[in-house]
Nanobody, 124 residues
């Protein structure tokens, strides 16, 4: 059974930092593309960042480029999202997702497995 479990969310003031983690089990972790998405109240789920299976390819939404960094540790079956210079508009529930396919994309349906989400709240 595939499980993705996020942690590291919380409340922070604008300009602060948080590091999200997502631990995976039940998958051959190193063969999956991993992504982070977020969903704010009343809005659709949106792409944040993704990392290829070997970690050689990275992709970021324009809104977070230069502030967020995605990384993975295949030995620990964990993917991370380091978030710096946080803004109130970054407030959302953040989800990690795993894609077993070969397409490296931003579309949620590409990702077969999802975590339960972790809340990030940024106050001004």
């Amino acid at each position: 059974q595939v499980q993705l479990v996020e942690s590291g969310g919380g409340s922070v003031q604008a300009g602060g930092s948080l590091r999200l983690s997502c631990a995976a089990s039940g998958v051959t972790f190193s063969t999956y593309t991993l992504g982070w998405f977020r969903q704010a109240p009343g809005k659709e789920r949106e792409f944040v960042a993704a990392i290829r299976r070997a970690g050689s390819g990275l992709d970021y939404a324009d809104s977070v480029k230069g502030r967020f960094t995605i990384s993975r540790d295949n030995a620990k079956n964990t993917v991370y999202l380091q978030m710096n210079s946080l803004k109130p508009e970054d407030t959302a529930v953040y989800y990690c997702a795993a894609d077993p396919g070969v397409v490296f994309g931003r579309t949620p349906p590409l990702y077969d497995y999802w975590g339960q989400g972790t809340q990030v709240t940024v106050s001004s």
